[in-house]
């Protein structure tokens, strides 16, 4: 169950930031004035294996923390006791895979 929600959390993450990069092309229509000239636009970086590699590793680090807090709590039932260490930790992780996406 973690597994699934931290890979949709990334998948959920990639789509949000593919969706953002990804503009409609509009045709503009034909003018008699000469238009400044505009540079090319750049296309969205393309994700590198190092991107990916560290992507892997920062999601492998978020789901050995969850694991660690599942098994801590195996025997309660409802609310899960966290340290705040952890948490941000895993917030920390969070955002660094955001960047690598925003790239």
Known sequence: MIR????????????AVQSSTIQPQTSQPQTTQPSAVQPPATPPTQLTDENRSMMLTLLDRIE?????????????????????ATLDEIAADIVQVKMILQK
Do not use: H, P, Y
């Open 64 to 84: 050995t923390l969850t694991t660690k807090i599942k098994d801590d709590n195996k025997n309660k039932s409802g609310r899960v006791t966290v340290e705040r």
């Open 4 to 15: 699934f929600s931290l890979l949709a959390m990334a998948f959920a993450a990639f789509t």
